[in-house]
């Protein structure tokens, strides 16, 4: 039997830059946390398939930010030392419910079942990968399992950027970044947030390009869309609200304004696109040669929604009650609307039970819509899953296990393909061109998450530092040793200033406070070298400063900034 379709996960892995920010409960434990829960669970599963002949693929991304924070030999060390602590936590708490003033049999075997848990994610960080995350999913890539996508450097909200020179200096940096962790350039990308952009035309009659077209200037073949974006029609999932994880903190905290529905069309999620080459103008019927993939809705659902999603089953581990004594988590969701206080605690063994039958409901409802797509059209499609990578693991504890299992269930149905975005691409050119809407996944579709009352104050600054770094690559075309140096440093505060996470974080509330001042100090940073250099005494002391700091993007060029031709 020959496969009637193609199906992929599609998994985003990113964080904001938080090395050496301290600790709990907004630095480097964020890190810390997703590695233990997400990152290194992941690479045990996909090992463990690939050693017992599991053929299976998909498509992770990882953005630059992310891949260099787990490459940074200090974060490495101080996750060891998280772990060590996560040891010692348990043991802690297995003393603790067997003595006989606190004893509870039931909450000490969870203990156990936690020593055990992470001894063996530190046995197998320190020994089975080497304490190298990337380089052992560089390694699953280089053997044919995962493609890896990147995104912009440092996750820039890329379509409320104001200069064209601030798209091609994230994007290049990343792929500059990829290249270096990952040994290959990329040829697919996440667009951070999916938020997209179209072409449109300035004041003096010129068209300002849309963002497939720096995409295809960089070689990349493939970006990712929500669903709305490629079918039309009212935003749905993530961007209708309806999710767990950070997204679902969102609606709680504001009233999301209501967004229009688009006029519905005939095109599908289960297609490729290309995406028109709007160089020429919106309407431009010609293709930039870059394909865009829209999430699949209803198998997004499943998992992603709030109110029906997989993770939501009363018998999985509870997210957000923990131990006082550990911060370990021994209690299971228990019901819809239970309170905290009357969750009733976790059982490893009825969770596995559920695990098992949502991986096997999971894999039979991609065959499903599979074979009613083919049998409605005759035609080869894909189901392309996106999610957040960190949804799995950290935020819906079963879920590695869960990912793992659907891929053996999928991996032996002859009808459907496992593949990669790139490869079906590659394999099955896309045979329409179409114009994409402007937009993103966050609530209502929109940039509101980034740009609201509360978010609106940081983009006139981050508009005054693009200007003020393009001007500064402009005008030095041959700097000398010391100036170059303060124009790199200056360029990656730049960068980092450009975060996506600083607008979200204020939106959500999750990191207020951090997020601001993790703004205020790379805009500070940036001015004070900007001002050196335009007084013709560039600051190198401080610029080397700075790199100590945070060391990213190591062979960065400033000349990224200048304006594009």
């Known amino acids: 039997m020959s496969a009637i379709g193609a199906f992929t996960f599609v998994l985003h892995s990113h964080l904001p830059y938080a090395r050496l920010a301290g600790r709990w409960p907004h630095g480097e434990e964020w890190i810390h946390e997703a590695a233990t829960g997400t990152y290194i669970p992941l690479l045990q599963t996909f090992y463990d398939l690939r050693n017992e002949g599991v053929p299976f693929r998909l498509t992770l991304g990882m953005t630059p930010v992310l891949a260099e924070q787990l490459s940074d030999p200090d974060v490495i060390d101080h996750l060891d030392q998280y772990l060590d602590q996560r040891i010692e936590a348990a043991k802690k708490d297995i003393a603790y419910f067997e003595a006989p003033e606190t004893e509870d049999k039931h909450l000490r075997y969870l203990a156990e079942w936690y020593l055990t848990?992470?001894?063996?994610?530190?046995?197998?960080?320190?020994?089975?990968?080497?304490?190298?995350?990337?380089?052992?999913?560089?390694?699953?890539?280089?053997?044919?399992?995962?493609?890896?996508?990147?995104?912009a450097a440092t996750h820039g909200y890329l379509p409320l950027l104001s200069r064209d020179s601030s798209i091609v200096a994230q994007l290049r940096t990343g792929v500059q970044s990829y290249t270096r962790l990952f040994g290959r350039r990329p040829t697919g990308i996440w667009l951070p947030e999916c938020a997209y952009r179209p072409a449109y035309f300035l004041e003096d009659g010129k068209v300002r390009p849309g963002i497939e077209h720096w995409l295809a200037a960089e070689n990349l073949k493939v970006f990712f869309s929500e669903t709305h974006a490629i079918t039309g029609g009212k935003p749905v999932g993530v961007a209708a609200g309806d999710v767990i994880g950070p997204y679902g903190d969102i609606k709680r905290r504001y009233v999301i304004p209501t967004v229009a529905s688009?006029?519905?069309?005939?095109?599908?999620?289960?297609?490729?696109?290309?995406?028109?080459?709007?160089?020429?103008?919106?309407d431009a019927e010609q293709h930039s040669g870059v394909a865009v993939l829209g999430r699949n809705n209803r198998t997004g659902e499943q998992v992603w929604s709030a109110d029906w999603g997989y993770p939501g089953d009363f018998d999985y581990r509870e997210f957000h009650k923990k131990a006082g004594t550990s911060g370990l988590q021994y209690w299971r969701v228990t019901g819809a609307k239970t309170d905290l206080a009357y969750k009733d605690y976790y059982h490893p063994d009825w969770a596995a039970y559920k695990v098992d039958q949502h991986a096997e409901h999971f894999a039979h409802l991609v065959g499903d819509l599979i074979r009613a797509y083919h049998q409605q059209t005759g035609r080869f499609g894909i189901i392309s899953s996106n999610y957040d990578t960190e949804l799995f693991g950290h935020w819906w504890f079963e879920g590695v296990t869960w990912l793992g299992k659907v891929l053996r269930h999928l991996a032996a149905n002859e009808e459907i393909e496992l593949t990669t975005a790139t490869t079906y691409i590659t394999q099955h050119p896309p045979q329409e061109v179409i114009s994409l809407p402007e937009g993103s996944w966050g609530a209502g579709g929109t940039h509101f998450v980034w740009d609201n009352a509360e978010t609106h104050w940081m983009w006139e600054p981050i508009h005054e530092a693009e200007a003020r770094m393009e001007k500064l690559a402009e005008t030095f075309t041959k700097p000398s040793t010391y100036e170059e140096t303060v124009l790199n440093q200056a360029a990656r505060e730049v960068l980092l200033l450009e975060s996506s996470d600083w607008p979200f974080l204020v939106t959500t509330g999750q990191a207020r406070e951090y997020a601001i001042q993790r703004l205020s100090q790379h805009l500070e940073r940036f001015n004070k070298l900007a001002k050196s250099l335009e007084r013709g005494r560039p600051d190198v002391e401080s610029a080397q400063e700075f790199w100590e700091l945070d060391k990213i993007f190591p062979d960065i060029d400033y000349r990224y900034f200048r304006k594009p031709k």
Do not use: C, M, W
């Open 117 to 151: 848990l992470y001894e063996r994610i530190k046995s197998d960080f320190d020994g089975r990968f080497n304490r190298d995350i990337v380089g052992s999913f560089r390694q699953l890539q280089d053997e044919g399992y995962l493609e890896i996508t990147t995104s």
């Open 262 to 282: 688009t006029p519905e069309r005939s095109t599908t999620t289960y297609e490729a696109y290309y995406v028109s080459d709007t160089t020429a103008g919106p």
